[in-house]
């Protein structure tokens, strides 16, 4: 098997996504995160930018020990000499010139000819190498660049001593079997290629960065660059995740691997989307909150069977918390059986299937069941009292200049009743309401509400203690409609004061 580097640019491509920066204590805490990760080359910086980002990447150069630290310079000795100050201190410093290449650029950028370009490139080479052995060169826009004047800089600056060549989709405008023959023309056409190792840098402008990486590596590179999340100029760049975790799901094919300590994945993800505040979307590969969620019935029944069914890569591997099952209308009996199961709940078949009912009841009005909501639902089930009143139908009518009125329909004995009140709010319209079908007395003497779970459609579980002939009885009820939860509330305290005393 053969090893591919991991050249990680969050510090620097990382920061050139809009709206995102570093402060010098938070770049030496995501390069601690990345050292303990296990990338072999932590890109930290662009230092002749400023003062303060050359400060931040001597920090990070004089503390990380285990990876290579680079730092990015244009093709101009001030960049160089700034770089060459930034990262003089690390135990394994890299300076990393780049030069735009493509035709494009060459004319709009710099308005030179391509000797001019190649003459710049071979003494900003030969200009870094008298600081550094580990020298990177990116052609950038490589992919656009016209492939025998590609060919040839990479020959040149090969020549004066760079061990690194980064063919740049600077533009993310390739398509992996371009990206293939474009690294491969490189290292078939390269006479000195063996001298440097073949990198590659892939944007996501057309979502295809990683697959791009990936199809590089078959042709040859052996170094990638990505950045945690993706993020980076514009759509961004490959991530680190999604080309790590197809190198290592998919090794019997590529026969590659990485050093990367995939159980640090998650956590890195996290730093760096707290620190830049770019939340990772969340169908996101590998990171995304619902990377590993499962929610079709038929998907669910498969992993409770055998997980490999539907899962490529186990969670705890990639640090994540273990795979989630959704629990919606379409998750089937399988999942809810395997859920209350694990809340602790054995139920007999026909408790079950009641109990199924009334979830498919609740799913259909909330998108997501939580375990609180299943919890309130079966111990309404467990704990049901018998119903001497039940509640059939009730409708309310309010507003800030409207008298409440409540219509409420309720069944005794098979018999339906039906009665409709004034209030002083829609709850007290509901509660006589049902005084005036029950024609019990009471006396309501606590209501509270709460809510199940959190969301615009949660649960909400009301309770009531009322009084009747002298004794307190508490009812509960939950319901998504507030009114509902506190009609049946009131009846199940009613139903209790029914009961034959004990
Ligand atoms: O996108 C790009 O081309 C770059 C180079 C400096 C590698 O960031």
Not at 228 to 253: D, P
Not at 260 to 271: F, Q
Not at 333 to 342: P, T, V
């Amino acid at each position: 098997m053969e090893k591919i580097y991991i050249f990680e640019s969050s510090l620097r491509e990382g920061e050139q996504a809009a709206g995102c920066g570093f402060n010098p204590k938070n770049k030496l805490e995501i390069a601690q995160q990345l050292e303990r990760l296990g990338v072999d080359v932590i890109e930290a910086g662009f230092p002749v930018s400023s003062p303060g980002e050359l400060e931040a990447v001597k920090l990070v150069a004089s503390k990380i020990k285990k990876c290579t630290v680079a730092g990015l310079a244009r093709s101009m000795k001030k960049d160089i000499d700034a770089c060459w100050e930034a990262i003089k201190k690390a135990k394994k410093p890299r300076i990393h010139v780049f030069l735009a290449t493509s035709n494009i650029h060459m004319k709009y950028k710099f308005g030179k000819a391509r000797e001019e370009i190649l003459k710049m490139a071979v003494e900003a080479v030969k200009y870094a190498k008298k600081y550094t052995n580990d020298i990177e060169f990116s052609p950038e826009d490589a992919t656009r660049t016209d492939l025998d004047f590609l060919c040839k800089i990479v020959e040149s600056v090969i020549g004066v001593g760079a061990t690194v060549i980064n063919i740049a989709d600077t533009v993310g405008y390739s398509l992996p079997m371009e990206m293939y023959r474009i690294v491969k023309h490189v290292k078939e056409n390269v006479s000195n290629i063996d001298k440097a190792i073949i990198s590659v840098h892939c944007h996501n402008d057309l979502g295809l960065a990683s697959a791009n990486s990936i199809a590089a590596i078959e042709a040859g590179a052996t170094q990638v660059e990505c950045t945690i999340n993706g993020i980076g100029e514009r759509a961004g760049n490959a991530s680190l995740e999604e080309i790590v975790m197809a190198i290592q799901t998919r090794k019997t094919l590529l026969q590659k691997f990485t050093q990367v300590n995939t159980k640090e994945i998650c956590k890195t993800s996290r730093l760096i989307s707290h620190l830049t505040g770019i939340s990772v979307q969340p169908n996101k590969a590998v990171v995304g909150s619902n990377a590993f969620a499962h929610s079709a019935g038929i998907h669910i029944d498969g992993i409770l069977k055998n997980r490999r069914t539907y899962e490529i890569m186990k969670p705890e591997d990639v640090g994540a918390q273990g795979h989630k099952i959704v629990l919606t209308a379409r998750s089937g009996r399988h999942a809810l059986k395997d859920k209350l199961q694990k809340l602790g709940y054995k139920l007999k078949d026909k408790d079950f299937q009641k109990t199924y009912e009334k979830f498919l009841n609740l799913a259909d009005k909330k998108r997501e069941i939580f375990d609180e909501d299943l919890r309130t639902l079966v111990e309404g089930q467990i704990f049901k009292i018998p119903e001497t009143y039940s509640l059939q139908y009730v409708n309310v009518v309010t507003g800030n200049k409207t008298i409440p009125t409540a219509t409420v329909e309720i069944k005794q004995k098979g018999k339906i009743t039906e009665e409709a009140s004034c209030g002083d709010g829609p709850v007290d319209a509901v509660y006589k309401a049902v005084d005036r079908i029950t024609k019990i007395k009471t006396k309501l003497l606590d209501y509270s509400i709460k809510s199940v779970t959190s969301g615009k459609e949660a649960l909400g579980e009301v309770t009531v203690k009322i009084k009747v002939n002298g004794k307190e009885f508490l009812g509960k009820g939950a319901s998504t409609d507030i009114i509902e939860a506190s009609a049946k509330a009131y009846l199940e305290a009613i139903n209790r004061a029914c009961q034959p005393r004990k």
